[in-house]
């Protein structure tokens, strides 16, 4: 064929293959931008199917349209919630693999912070709509419950499903006290106006009462807020090391060694920028879904009889974390504690310290009288459930047996908060406790 080209004229691309070697990979080389750009749709179809057909659990995917659907055309508030709920299980499993895919091209570290506030978008946009609306408690009751839900009920799954598996997992513990440490700032925060507010109902004259715990509520809040981007600096520049996975091998177990091959190759299936971009798809998604459910869930209350505190601090919760339960749970399994506690703990101090002062500030460009006072009873549940945490991760391990105690923790709280009361007065609690 050479010598038949160089006899018509073409001695020019002759050279041309002499020197490259390959006509094919010539011509790939020569119409890479044309090929790239025209054969993107088809990318993004087969990473699209890849993503999808890894995981059974994405057959539910079919109930995403429909719980929208159901939503938008005002169904039956059973139908609604239903359908909205299955929906939120594949879309969880998704932003699940997708934030594995971040966390294995960007770091751990990052790619928990990452998880953390894709998951805490939904709780952020439904409490931003609580608060236009007014609805001081429901924004408190839902970032109380979010912050319990991840401490307790995620990591006490992670411990649990992990303990399962693996006969002891370890973690950094450097990393683990420090999140603590966090969580306990965050803690006192509350439990600082609790306090005050008991001090000046108690008072003769209780008449600025209002004025100083929002005051309290909003130059508190503006510090929390400053700890929090010292903690991001703290988390992914100055002591970036320290957040780094450890090496988390598990004694005993055959499998370990002919399993990471293989996890390796299932992280590096969609390169950042494609796990970015399902991040986002399937965040709103979530949102919408979420949005649909939460909505229907006043009718159901209305059925059921269950209270509107039970509802914000454990029913709502859960669903809207939904995301973060599925991931850390999952990384949990895969031996990735770090990871998990990162998704799990890390959640909850963004919530701490983000989120909730983020919305006080919030309230108080919109006038709206969002403040950093829950009730004492909260307030102590959330301080005692703090200190359990922060007494099983301290050694820097875990099993099965601490998972089950931080899931006991869960259900006591969850039943003392089922006969918890809507509307409790405060300050004809501490005239009764002062006559006495």
């Given at each position: 064929?050479?010598g038949?080209?160089?006899?018509?004229?073409?001695?020019?691309?002759?050279e041309?293959?002499?020197?490259?070697?390959?006509p094919h990979r010539?011509?790939s080389a020569?119409?890479?931008?044309?090929?790239?750009?025209?054969n993107?749709?088809?990318?993004?179809?087969?990473?699209?199917?890849?993503?999808?057909s890894?995981?059974?659990?994405?057959?539910?995917?079919?109930?995403?349209?429909?719980?929208?659907?159901?939503?938008?055309?005002?169904?039956?508030?059973t139908?609604?919630?239903?359908?909205?709920?299955?929906?939120?299980?594949?879309?969880?499993?998704?932003?699940?693999?997708?934030?594995?895919?971040?966390?294995a091209?960007l770091?751990?570290?990052?790619?928990?912070l990452?998880?953390?506030?894709?998951?805490?978008?939904?709780?952020?946009?439904?409490?931003?709509?609580?608060?236009?609306?007014?609805?001081?408690?429901?924004?408190?009751?839902?970032?109380?419950?979010?912050?319990?839900s991840?401490?307790?009920?995620?990591?006490?799954?992670c411990?649990?499903?992990?303990?399962?598996?693996?006969?002891?997992?370890?973690f950094?513990?450097?990393?683990?006290?420090?999140?603590?440490?966090?969580?306990t700032?965050?803690?006192?925060?509350?439990?600082?106006?609790?306090t005050?507010y008991?001090?000046?109902?108690?008072?003769?004259?209780?008449s600025?009462?209002t004025?100083?715990?929002?005051?309290l509520?909003?130059?508190?809040?503006?510090?929390?807020l400053?700890?929090y981007?010292?903690?991001?600096f703290?988390?992914?520049?100055?002591?970036?090391?320290?957040?780094e996975e450890?090496?988390n091998?598990?004694?005993?177990?055959p499998?370990?060694?002919?399993?990471?091959n293989?996890?390796?190759?299932?992280e590096?299936?969609?390169?950042?920028?494609?796990?970015?971009?399902?991040?986002?798809?399937?965040?709103?998604?979530?949102?919408?879904?979420?949005?649909?459910l939460?909505?229907?869930?006043?009718s159901?209350?209305e059925?059921?009889g269950?209270?509107?505190?039970?509802?914000?601090?454990?029913?709502?919760p859960?669903v809207?974390n939904?995301?973060?339960?599925?991931t850390?749970?999952?990384?949990a399994y895969?031996?990735?504690?770090?990871?998990?506690?990162?998704?799990?703990?890390?959640?909850?101090?963004?919530?701490?310290l983000?989120?909730t002062?983020f919305?006080?500030?919030?309230?108080?460009i919109?006038?709206v009288?969002?403040?950093?006072?829950f009730h004492?009873?909260?307030?102590v549940?959330?301080?005692?459930s703090?200190?359990v945490?922060?007494?099983?991760i301290?050694d820097?391990?875990s099993?099965?047996?601490?998972g089950?105690l931080?899931?006991?923790?869960?259900?006591?709280?969850?039943?003392?908060?089922?006969?918890?009361?809507?509307n409790?007065?405060?300050?004809?609690?501490f005239?009764?406790?002062?006559?006495?």
């Open positions: 064929m050479s038949l080209s160089n006899s018509n004229g073409f001695q020019e691309p002759d041309r293959e002499a020197l490259i070697g390959d010539r011509n020569r119409f890479k931008p044309e090929l790239h750009w025209s993107w749709p088809s990318q993004a179809v087969r990473l699209t199917w890849a993503t999808i890894r995981d059974y659990v994405n057959v539910l995917l079919i109930f995403v349209p429909l719980g929208i659907i159901a939503g938008a055309l005002h169904w039956d508030s139908a609604v919630f239903t359908l909205n709920f299955l929906a939120i299980v594949p879309l969880a499993s998704l932003l699940s693999f997708a934030t594995e895919e971040l966390a091209t770091g751990q570290a990052l790619g928990g990452m998880n953390a506030t894709f998951g805490n978008a939904v709780e952020l946009i439904v409490s931003i709509i609580a608060l236009k609306d007014h609805q001081i408690r429901v924004v408190q009751a839902s970032m109380l419950g979010s912050i319990l991840n401490i307790l009920l995620v990591l006490g799954c411990f649990l499903v992990g303990g399962i598996r693996y006969p002891e997992q370890s950094n513990s450097t990393v683990a006290s420090t999140m603590s440490s966090l969580m700032v965050s803690s006192a925060s509350l439990i600082i106006p609790a005050l008991a001090s000046l109902a108690s008072a003769k004259d209780p600025h009462k004025e100083n715990i929002l005051f509520s909003h130059w508190t809040a503006i510090i929390l400053v700890l981007i010292i903690y991001l703290f988390q992914l520049r100055s002591h970036a090391h320290l957040f450890v090496n091998e598990a004694s005993g177990d499998e370990s060694a002919g399993e990471g293989e996890e390796h190759e299932e590096h299936l969609l390169n950042p920028w494609a796990a970015s971009i399902a991040l986002v798809i399937v965040t709103v998604l979530v949102a919408i879904c979420a949005d649909y939460v909505g229907s869930i006043d159901i209350v059925k059921t269950m209270s509107r505190t039970f509802i914000g601090l454990v029913l709502i859960i809207g939904a995301a973060e339960h599925v850390a749970v999952i990384v895969k031996g990735k504690m770090d990871l998990a506690i990162g998704v799990a703990i890390g959640s909850s101090l963004q919530i701490a983000f989120v002062p919305l006080v500030i919030l309230g108080w919109m006038n009288d969002m403040t950093l006072h004492i009873f909260e307030t549940a959330f301080f005692i703090g200190l945490v922060t007494f099983l301290q820097g391990k099993n099965y047996l601490e089950c931080c899931l006991g923790m869960y259900l006591i709280l969850a039943l003392a908060f089922y006969v918890y009361p809507d409790v007065d405060e300050d004809a609690l005239h009764a406790l002062k006559l006495r």
